[in-house]
């Protein structure tokens, strides 16, 4: 096990509605990345948190949005559900302030549903 | 955007057979790490590779960068039931936004 835990494991929400989920990175990492996986894809790149900034992002909207706390737990916001949203969510914690040499430790996902 | 496919998609292999998947960027790549996602499970690191022709090996397990820092491969020598799973690579490149792309993944199934 990686220490990265996630929270809810699964949830079930309807279009239009809002979403938190929650990550909590390995003791040690600052820094936090999120992804989304689609079934039978690879995870895409949402976005990284270095000391609690935003710090890159992949092609999604705005909608999609996070945090980070000074414990250097995360938080992944949506807003305004789509169906298309349906996946495992993934976060990926690691200890270089998100260097492109960083070993990432992904926690167990949580599985978002949209009806 | 960026792209990074893998080949094949898919793969079933009796046991003890080899098995190899290979991995290409449309762009260069500043290093490429390799993960293993087993059914309903999370992706976990194998390896990084950073330099231009790289070759690193975990026991049944042979990892390669090519020389253009475009495209990698894994191979295992051998495979065992255990190895059943999607194995993803990740490039990250320093143009633009700093971030990991995740190849398409190879979802390989050995049977006994």
């Known amino acids: 096990e990686t220490g990265v835990t996630q929270s809810p494991t699964h949830l079930i929400k309807t279009r239009g509605q809002q979403v938190t989920l929650r990550c909590s990175s390995q003791s040690g990492h600052n820094t936090v990345s999120w992804y989304q996986q689609a079934l039978g894809q690879g995870p895409q790149f949402i976005f990284q948190y270095y000391r609690e900034e935003e710090n890159g992002r992949g092609n999604f909207p705005p909608r999609f949005s996070g945090l980070q706390f000074p414990n250097y737990s995360s938080e992944l916001n949506v807003n305004a559900l789509e169906l298309d949203d349906s996946a495992l969510y993934l976060c990926?914690?690691?200890?270089?302030?998100?260097?492109?040499?960083?070993?990432?430790?992904f926690g167990p996902g949580t599985r978002l549903t949209v009806l | 955007g960026q792209q990074v496919m893998q080949i094949p998609q898919y793969q079933h292999v009796q046991e003890g057979e080899d098995f190899t998947t290979y991995c290409n960027s449309s762009?260069?790549?500043?290093?490429i790490q390799w993960y293993k996602q087993r059914p309903g499970g999370h992706p976990v690191f194998l390896i990084q590779l950073v330099k231009s022709g790289e070759v690193k090996k975990q026991k049944r397990l042979t990892f390669q960068f090519g020389e253009a820092k475009k495209n990698s491969s894994l191979h295992i020598t051998a495979t065992q039931t255990t190895d059943v799973g999607t194995y993803f690579c990740a490039g990250s490149t320093t143009s633009g936004t700093y971030k990991y792309i995740f190849g398409t993944g190879t979802r390989l199934k050995v049977l006994a």
């Open positions: 762009t260069t790549l500043s290093n």
């Open positions: 990926a914690s690691s200890a270089s302030g998100g260097g492109w040499l960083d070993t990432q430790y």
